[in-house]
C-alpha cells in the first residue's frame, strides 16, 4: 500500500501536525511506502500524487478540510482517507463524507457528533491518535525536572499541576481554578501551571483568566506561560508535574492527557468526549461528571466553511457545543493526588502502561493500514 498523507508538514508542535506526522512516521517504520504532504503544497504535492501514484491520501482536519483532503486527491485519482475530529459540530458537506470509503474519527464520540448532525457514519471508524511513547516516557531525571521547577519559580516542597493547550480555558483551566480554591482551604502546599499558545483565542481568554485567578485569591498559585514547545521539551516539562489537569471543555481526543500519562503521570479530566476514551477512571487518572452544558439553537456559518456567504443556520434540535467538569469533583480529586504520594505513583504506573499498549504511534499506524488494506482491496 502506497500512501501520502496530508498534514501541517515539516511538522510543528500543535496537535492536528503531530497527529499526521505520528501517522506517516508509523506507516515508514510498518515498511509501508507513505510520502508527508502539506495540503497547500502545490507542485510537490502533484509530483508525489502522479509520480508515484499511491493509492490513498490520509488528510488530518476536519470536515471544513473537505475541499483540501477529499475533493482534492480525487482530482488525482487518489482515494481520500479523512482522520478528522468534528471541532464542536458539523455544517457541510454531509454528502461528500457518506461517499467515502472510509473515514476515520478520532474518537467513538467524534463519530457519534457526525451522526447527531445528520451524516450517515456507517463508513467512518474510531481510531485514536498515535504518540510516541519512547519520547514521552518518564525520565527518572531528577535534576532536569528540579530545574524546569526552578525556571517556573516553584519550590522543592510544592507540588506542580499542569494544563496544556492552544487556550488554557478550553481545556478546563476555568474550572480547575475554582476546584483549587476549594483544595486551598485544606492544602497549599501547590502551583498551578497554564502553559498557552501565542493566540488570538489564548489572548482573548487570558484578561477572563486573571480576574477569576484574583477574584479567588489563588493569583499567586497560578502560573500563566505561553509559548511553541518542541516535543524534545515537552517530556521535561511532563516530568516536572505531579499530576495533569484536562478537564476540557470540548475534545475530541485529548493528546496532552495522554502524553501525560505516558510519561507516567496521573490525569484529572472530564467523564465525556474523547478523555472518557482515553482515561481509565480510577486507575490512570479521575473523570469528573459533567456538571452544565453549552446549548445552541443557532450558530453562524462562514464561506470558509463552504458556505456562499457569511450567515445564521437555526438549528431543527438544540445542540451541545461544550461542557463543564464538575467543580467539586475536580477539587475532590485534586486533593487525593496533592495528599496521596502513593496513589499518584500507582496511577502514573498504570498511566505509562496504558499509552505504551493503546496510543504507541507504531501500534496506531499499523492498524490504520490494516484497515484500509481490509476496506479498500489493497495488498
Known amino acids: 500500500m502506497k500512501s501520502v498523507v ?27 511506502k507513505s510520502w508527508p504532504c502539506n495540503p497547500e503544497g502545490g507542485l510537490q504535492k502533484e509530483f508525489w500524487y502522479k509520480n508515484y501514484k499511491p493509492d490513498v491520501a490520509f488528510g ?46 478520532t474518537s467513538e464520540w467524534v463519530r457519534q457528533t457526525y451522526k447527531r448532525d445528520g451524516v450517515d457514519v456507517s463508513n467512518m471508524v474510531p481510531m485514536h491518535i498515535g504518540i510516541d ?3 514521552y516516557k518518564p525520565l527518572n531525571d531528577e535534576v532536569a525536572r528540579n530545574k524546569v521547577r526552578e525556571l517556573l519559580g516553584i519550590k522543592e516542597h510544592e507540588k506542580m499541576i499542569l494544563t496544556a493547550g492552544g487556550d488554557v480555558t478550553s481545556k478546563g483551566a476555568q474550572e480547575m481554578f475554582k476546584a483549587l480554591a476549594k ?42 506561560i505561553e509559548g511553541s ?42 467523564d465525556h468526549m474523547g478523555p472518557k476514551e482515553t482515561i481509565i477512571n ?9 456538571k452544565e452544558t453549552v446549548i445552541l439553537d443557532k450558530e453562524w456559518v462562514y464561506p470558509w466553511m463552504g458556505f456562499p456567504k457569511k450567515a445564521v443556520i437555526e438549528f431543527d434540535n438544540p445542540k451541545i457545543f461544550a461542557y463543564r467538569a464538575d467543580v ?47 476496506r479498500l482491496g489493497i495488498e
Not at 77 to 87: C, H, K, L, M, Q
Open 6 to 32: 496530508l498534514y501541517a508538514h515539516p511538522p510543528e508542535p500543535d496537535g492536528l501536525s503531530l497527529q499526521g506526522h505520528y501517522l506517516w512516521k508509523g506507516l515508514l517504520e510498518n515498511k509501508y
Open 60 to 105: 488530518i482536519g476536519y470536515w471544513g478540510n473537505v475541499p483540501q483532503l477529499v475533493h482534492d486527491p480525487l482530482k488525482y485519482g487518489v482515494t481520500p482517507i479523512p482522520w478528522f475530529n468534528a471541532d464542536g459540530w458539523v455544517a457541510n458537506y454531509h454528502k461528500d463524507l457518506e461517499k467515502l470509503q472510509l473515514m476515520l474519527t
Open 133 to 135: 511513547t519512547e519520547n
Open 183 to 224: 483544595v486551598n482551604e485544606e492544602f497549599k502546599d501547590w502551583k498551578y501551571v497554564c502553559k498557552s499558545w501565542p493566540s488570538e483565542c489564548a489572548g482573548e481568554w487570558h484578561d477572563e483568566e486573571s480576574q477569576l485567578v484574583e477574584e479567588l485569591g489563588i493569583k499567586d498559585k497560578v502560573i500563566f
Open 229 to 270: 514547545f518542541s516535543t524534545e521539551f515537552v517530556p521535561y516539562l511532563m516530568n516536572a508535574v505531579d499530576f495533569y489537569a484536562g478537564p476540557s471543555r470540548l475534545e475530541g481526543f485529548g493528546m496532552f492527557q495522554v502524553e501525560a500519562m505516558a510519561c507516567g503521570k496521573p490525569v484529572i479530566s472530564i
Open 282 to 290: 480510577n486507575k490512570t487518572g479521575f473523570l469528573a461528571k459533567v
Open 328 to 374: 467539586d469533583e475536580l477539587a475532590k480529586f485534586s486533593l487525593k493526588l496533592l495528599t496521596d504520594d502513593a496513589l499518584r505513583e500507582k496511577m502514573g504506573q498504570n498511566g505509562r502502561e496504558h499509552a505504551v499498549a493503546k496510543f504507541d504511534y507504531k501500534y496506531i499506524s499499523n492498524k490504520i493500514a490494516e484497515l484500509t488494506k481490509e
